[in-house]
């Protein structure tokens, strides 16, 4: 599986960046999707998850209402709409797959990883 990141950039507080995640060499329409970040010195955390039919299923609570997770099964792609960006928001931003068997709901049991893309939101 390859999964590929893009979207990152450096961004004003209030400002609003979309992540994309494209996949290739799985199924990707059976595979529960997720984007997770990690700050320097934080742990991962898990944002926001997705299951095979496109409706989200997690959300970070810090991310509700600011944070909509997406997927294009045509496009084998997963986004990351992200609005009203803050500071503590800075973070790599990666997104993550697992097969449906093992159930949409929750960030955990994720088995292929991309390699993020940065974000950084200056206030």
């Known amino acids: 599986a390859l999964l590929t990141e893009s979207g990152g950039a450096s961004v004003q507080a209030g400002g609003s960046l979309r992540l994309s995640c494209d996949v290739s060499g799985i199924t990707f329409e059976r595979y529960c999707m997720a984007w997770f970040r990690q700050a320097p010195e934080k742990q991962r955390e898990g944002v926001a998850a997705?299951?095979?039919?496109?409706?989200?299923?997690d959300y970070i609570h810090s991310g509700k209402g600011r944070f909509t997770i997406s997927r294009d099964n045509d496009k084998r792609t997963v986004y990351l709409q992200m609005d009203g960006l803050k500071p503590e928001d800075s973070a790599v931003y990666t997104c993550a797959a697992k097969w449906f068997e093992s159930g949409c709901r929750g960030f955990n049991s994720f088995r292929y990883w991309g390699l993020g893309t940065q974000v950084d939101v200056s206030s």
């Open positions: 997705i299951d095979t039919n496109g409706v989200p299923t």
